[in-house]
């Protein structure tokens, strides 16, 4: 029996890769590929232009990891923005926290929405709402995040971004004009947190995007995490706007049931390789 399987090609020939059983769905975006499998045992599995974006099965590594660091760090995360996150995982997360009052989503391609409400397990009943208008805490925005960020008149507690790498649709993300406009976004205490890449295959890339960060906000921080489907450890940076501490938590706010973050070891995300470190 022929055995298949998709695999994430990385720099130098480094793979991740999953079984897969099927192929659900595959189309042309506006921006870009989008592929749907099943996978052997871990869901279903979302492919943007040839790389991960989830697997159903362990989707929280990343999502817990992105969002509630953040949330606890800041006294009273009230205004909430997420950029990119189509698939609703990010968002989901977010209005775990009870102080939120509102968040806005902006993805920039409507098909990544509507095939994670169709296919995944992932946010469903939260992406129907949102699709209908009908999410009281959040709305969702299908455009361009950069475009978005420059014209409007909201300011943020929080900015997310939940974007593909640093190339195609997504590299302006990481530029140090798409930093300073968020920056003069946030409120007077703010944070900005952004995933950057693969800490041992895309360790350029995060280099850059740190330097960049620290011309622009008042304190940046850098964590690792072992995400499930991506070439571990996969790295996230945090920019600090005004007094906040990004190395405590708050964690009388963490939320119920929390499977990969630690709010109680907060201080275990801070690890990095060595020569990495020592880059940075
Ligand atoms: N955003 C994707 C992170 C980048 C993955 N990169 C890669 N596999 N090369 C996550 C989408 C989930 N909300």
């Keep these: ?36 499998y099943e996978t052997e045992g871990f869901g279903k599995l979302l492919v943007l232009d040839g790389t991960v974006q989830l697997v159903e099965v362990g989707e929280e590594s990343y999502h817990e990891v992105l ?6 760090a800041h006294p009273n995360p009230r205004r909430v923005l997420v950029i990119g996150g189509g698939d609703g995982g990010t968002l989901r997360e977010v209005l775990k926290h009870k102080t939120v009052e509102k968040a806005i989503m902006v993805e920039i391609d409507e098909g990544v929405v509507e095939a994670s409400y169709l296919y995944l397990d992932v946010a469903k009943d939260l ?84 330097k960049a960060m620290k011309k622009v906000f008042d304190k940046v921080y850098y964590f690792s995490f072992p995400v499930i489907g991506y070439a571990s450890p996969w790295s996230f940076l945090v920019g600090v706007k005004g007094d906040i501490d990004f190395t ?33």
Excluded: C
């Excluded at 029996?1 to 480094?14: D, H, L, N, Q």
């Excluded at 969002?67 to 606890?72: D, G, Q, S, T, Y």
């Design 1 to 36: 029996e022929e055995e298949r399987a998709f695999i994430e090609w990385y720099p130098r020939g480094y793979g991740v890769g999953f079984k897969v059983t099927r192929r659900l769905f595959e189309t042309q975006t506006k921006y870009q590929r989008l592929e749907l």
């Design 67 to 72: 969002v509630h660091p953040v949330m606890l």
């Design 127 to 210: 992406l129907d709402r949102l699709i209908k208008g009908e999410e009281e805490r959040a709305k969702l925005i299908i455009g361009d995040g950069v475009e978005y960020l420059k014209n409007t008149e909201e300011r943020f507690d929080v900015i997310i971004v939940d974007s593909t790498d640093p190339v195609g649709p997504a590299k302006l993300l990481f530029s140090e004009e798409f930093y300073r406009t968020a920056y003069e976004k946030l409120n007077e205490k703010g944070l900005y947190i952004t995933q950057a890449g693969s800490v041992y295959l895309f360790t350029n890339e995060l280099l850059d995007a740190y």
């Design 248 to 280: 405590r938590v708050d964690v009388s706010r963490a939320p119920e049931k929390l499977y990969y973050y630690d709010p109680e070891r907060h201080e275990t995300l801070f690890q990095m390789p060595k020569y990495v470190r020592e880059l940075l």
